[in-house]
Structures are given as structure tokens and as C-alpha cells.
């Protein structure tokens, strides 16, 4: 399907700050769980319709600008030698976070949270990189169906990383297929329209030339690693405190 390129010039710096900025509201809410978790505040992020809806403009924000990524990856050729090393990564990294969450928390355990979905998405986005226009029209038809529909049938474990169940799981986190996929999708056209821009336009030769800005590029382009990584920093930091406060 996909011819094996090296570079395209195919990079927009603009995508990377937008990623760091995600991972920087990630960072409050993840800290501001801890918090809750060690019992410094007390937070409600299962019903509070403020922390409900922060991280879905998170999650939001990682799938739109990973769908426009994933379409710039592959519109003029695929390189699949780092396509697969960065889905062998997604595979380590999701089962570590299986596994540890198990640990943790052995009744809410992670088993299709926001790396599993994406490395699933990766994959699967792979079938409508040529859909132009279609994946716009299909990713907010699959937005509504994840938001409206639901049937029993879902509510089979094996099934449950489908979405359409008549009730969540019980997990610390959980970004089924639906109706996320759809947000991917969403960001695939967007990804269309971006590399339909000219050389000399403002998005392509956008950098920018402020330390904040200079700062969340940096995240952007290592997300990855910083979301495995930040959470045992802050369980760690905040667990050291807790013993100090006793």
C-alpha cells in the first residue's frame, strides 16, 4: 500500500508545541490526581464535570494531532523501519502500563488506555491515509456513534476495548475505539490539509523563537517518553512528601 520513503520534509514545528502543550495539561491533571490519590486535596474525577471534560479536550488534543501526524507520515511513503520501531515501543510501553497498573490499582487495571488505543490506531489509520474527505465525513459519523450508541453485546470483556458498552469499565484509564477513532480520523483531514500547504506558507516556516515555545517543542517531540516517565516522578515526589507530613 505504502512505498518505503526516508524523508519528506514532512515536519511542522508548529505540531510539536501543540503536542507539548497537551502534555502540559496532562501534567496537571495527572498531578492533580496524585494529589488526590495521597489525600492532599480531595477530588472527584469520576463525576466532576470540570475534570470530566479537561481530560477529554486532553485526550482530544493527542488523537487530532496524532491523526495529523500519522497522515503526514505516510502521504508521499511510508518509513516502515520506523513505523515499526515506534509501534514495537507503543507495545512495550502499553504493557508496562497493564502491567504496573495491575499493581497498583488490581481492580481498576489499565487494559486499553490511551497507548494501547494509539498503538491499535496507528495501525488501523494506516487503511485510510487515501479516504481524503471521507475520513472527515467518517471520523464524525464514528464520534456520533461512540457518543450515542450502545448495546449489551459490548459489555463482553473481549469486547470492551470496542466501546458502544451500556456501562464504563472500571479503569484508571480507558480510550476505547469508539468513539476515538473518530477524533484520529478527524485529524487525518486535517493532516490532508496541512501537507496541501505551500513551501512558503506560514504553518510550514512557522518555528518558533520564545523559550516557553522553544520548551514545548522539546516536550512535543519526546512525548512519548515523558508520558511514561512523568507519572512515577510524581508518585514518587509526592510519596517522599507524604512521609515527610506524615
Not at 518505503?4 to 514545528?13: A, C, I, L, R, T
Request: proline letters at 3%.
Amino acid at each position: 500500500m505504502f512505498k518505503q520513503s526516508k524523508n519528506n520534509n514532512k515536519h511542522f514545528d508548529i505540531l510539536d508545541v501543540a503536542r507539548g502543550f497537551a502534555i502540559l495539561l496532562m501534567f496537571i491533571y495527572h498531578f492533580s490526581y496524585d494529589l488526590d490519590y495521597y489525600g492532599f486535596v480531595n477530588l472527584d474525577f469520576a463525576v466532576d464535570n470540570f475534570w470530566l471534560n479537561f481530560r477529554t479536550l486532553i485526550v482530544t488534543l493527542f488523537l487530532i494531532i496524532m491523526g495529523i501526524s500519522l497522515y503526514l507520515a505516510c502521504y508521499r511513503g511510508l518509513n516502515i523501519k520506523n513505523f515499526q520501531k515506534r509501534l514495537l515501543l507503543l507495545l512495550f510501553y502499553s504493557s508496562l502500563v497493564s502491567i504496573s497498573s495491575w499493581v497498583m490499582f488490581p481492580t481498576a487495571m489499565i487494559f486499553f488506555g490511551i497507548l494501547h488505543f494509539i498503538t491499535v490506531a496507528s495501525v488501523l489509520g494506516l487503511l485510510f491515509v487515501r479516504l481524503k474527505i471521507i475520513n472527515l465525513l467518517l471520523g464524525i459519523s464514528l464520534i456520533l456513534i461512540g457518543q450515542f450508541v450502545e448495546h449489551s453485546m459490548f459489555d463482553q470483556p473481549y469486547l470492551q476495548w470496542l466501546g458502544l458498552m451500556t456501562t464504563l469499565p472500571i479503569a484508571v484509564d480507558y480510550v476505547p475505539l469508539l468513539p476515538w477513532f473518530g477524533v484520529v480520523l478527524v485529524g487525518m483531514y486535517l493532516g490532508q490539509l496541512l501537507a496541501q500547504q505551500p513551501t512558503n506558507s506560514f504553518l510550514r516556516r512557522w518555528q518558533s523563537n520564545h523559550p516557553v515555545g522553544n520548551a514545548l517543542a522539546l516536550g512535543g517531540r519526546y512525548s512519548l517518553h515523558i508520558y511514561m516517565l512523568h507519572q512515577p516522578l510524581f508518585l514518587g515526589f509526592l510519596y517522599i512528601i507524604s512521609l515527610i507530613v506524615g
